[in-house]
């Protein structure tokens, strides 16, 4: 039960956000040869106050400029713990 499943979960039970990515760093963990990512966000749910999360995310090498601080995404939140995210 790593990351990839509880993206998963999120994805398919979150609350829906905006957020904006403020960070990104390699974990230096590879999965199928591709990097597998720490992602810092600032999460502005629809209601209440903008908070910071991170998420850990297998992201392939062409998609990664999708990925850098300053870009906004959609993300879900896990209302029962709001520093649990995934992007999606």
């Known amino acids: 039960m790593g990351p990839e499943w509880e993206n998963d979960r999120i994805i ?6 905006s957020g904006t990515i403020v960070d990104i ?10 990097p597998q990512v720490e992602v810092t966000v600032d999460v502005k749910p629809p209601e209440g106050e903008t908070y910071r999360a991170k998420t850990l995310m297998i992201i392939s090498p062409v998609y990664m400029s999708q990925f850098q601080p300053g870009k906004i995404v959609n993300i879900k939140y896990d209302p029962a713990d709001r520093t649990k995210i995934a992007i999606e």
Do not use: F, I, R
């Not at 398919?12 to 956000?17: C, I, M, S």
């Not at 760093?25 to 591709?34: A, I, K, M, P, S």
């Open 12 to 17: 398919e039970t979150g609350l829906p956000a």
């Open 25 to 34: 760093v390699d974990t230096g963990n590879l999965y199928n040869d591709q």
